[in-house]
């Protein structure tokens, strides 16, 4: 069965999105009707590695998987649209699940919810909101405790790695 075509809600996610360089972008994308993939560690780390093999395109400053979505904080970089980076994780991450899970098909919802990060010394601040996702789920007591996340340190605020 091929998944539905976007809808009006998918298609309002893209109106007015702008997509610069060197601009820090906050991503947030779904499984395709929530479901929570993620639990199985495997199923993870193919985003992990997705999320990896874009290091030319984009800087990755910190990520939580999530059972069913994405937080995905980054640095976009020359030769890439935001949706084009968005989209070859998506792709890469739900080649590698359905090769050895073919029933999880599709794996992502279409589309994504972004916000351009205005002031980069916000960084840290969201990085830690970020990864303190399954904290605030109540997945895990310390962070330390959930497999799928990572983060950069963000020295001073300004961008440096």
Not at 139 to 153: F, H
């Amino acid at each position: 069965m091929s998944p539905r075509p976007p809808g009006p809600g998918y298609r309002a996610l893209r109106r007015g999105r702008v997509s610069q360089p060197g601009q820090y972008y906050l991503v947030t994308t779904a499984t395709h009707q929530r479901r929570p993939l993620f639990h199985d560690l495997r199923a993870g780390r193919c985003v992990v590695r997705a999320l990896q093999t874009l290091e030319p395109l984009a800087e990755t400053k910190c990520y939580v998987i999530m059972p069913d979505h994405l937080h995905w904080l980054l640095k976009l970089r020359g030769g890439t649209t935001l949706s084009a980076a968005v989209q070859r994780v998506k792709a890469g991450s739900a080649r590698a699940i359905t090769a050895r899970a073919p029933h999880l098909r599709p794996v992502w919802q279409g589309g994504f919810h972004d916000h351009a990060v205005r002031r980069e010394d916000e960084l840290r601040a969201l990085a830690r909101y970020v990864v303190a996702n399954p904290l605030r789920a109540g997945l895990v007591e310390r962070i330390g405790e959930y497999p799928l996340w990572d983060a950069v340190w963000v020295e001073d605020g300004r961008g440096g790695g």
